[in-house]
């Protein structure tokens, strides 16, 4: 999965902000929590954050909902404790889906949110 160029813009995005949202991932030990997320639709701003020294970094993608297509993508840097925030500016009228990329395979895929105009 390749590395998505991000674009500093301000506005307010139809998409609703959401909290501190936990990532998880799978091992042998089950799911381990190894980050978090949290999007401010004021400004769009979305920050992903490391909480895990695995050596792999969680990532966000935003996908506009009505065609599937990848509109951003945030990846925290890597290291226990990092975290990394953009600005993108999202259409107003335009629903999107946030998922969370937490393994290094892209094996472990979770969607966090639907947000956005209907």
Same mark, same amino acid.
């Given at each position: 999965?390749?590395?998505a160029?991000i674009?500093?813009?301000?506005?307010?995005?139809?998409?609703? !902000?959401?909290?501190?949202? &936990?990532?998880?991932?799978?091992?042998?030990?089950?799911?381990?929590? @190894?980050?978090?997320?949290?999007?401010?639709?004021?400004?769009?701003?979305?920050?992903?954050?490391?909480? /895990?020294?695995?050596?792999?970094?969680?990532?966000?993608?935003?996908? /506009?909902?009505?065609?599937?297509?990848l509109?951003?993508?945030? /990846?925290?840097?890597?290291? &226990?404790?990092?975290?990394?925030?953009?600005?993108?500016?999202?259409?107003?009228?335009?629903? #999107?889906?946030?998922?969370?990329?937490?393994?290094? #395979?892209?094996? #472990? @895929?979770?969607?966090?949110?639907?947000?956005?105009? !209907?």
């Open positions: 999965m390749g590395t160029a674009m500093l813009a301000t506005g307010t995005a139809q998409a609703a !902000s959401w909290g501190t949202t &936990n990532l998880t991932s799978w091992t042998s030990k089950g799911n381990v929590k @190894v980050g978090t997320a949290k999007f401010t639709a004021n400004g769009d701003k979305l920050t992903v954050c490391d909480r /895990r020294a695995d050596g792999y970094s969680p990532a966000v993608r935003v996908f /506009r909902h009505s065609d599937f297509k509109v951003w993508t945030v /990846r925290a840097t890597h290291g &226990n404790g990092t975290c990394t925030t953009a600005s993108k500016n999202l259409g107003e009228s335009t629903k #999107y889906e946030f998922w969370a990329d937490t393994d290094p #395979y892209g094996d #472990y @895929v979770i969607k966090i949110t639907t947000a956005g105009a !209907s």
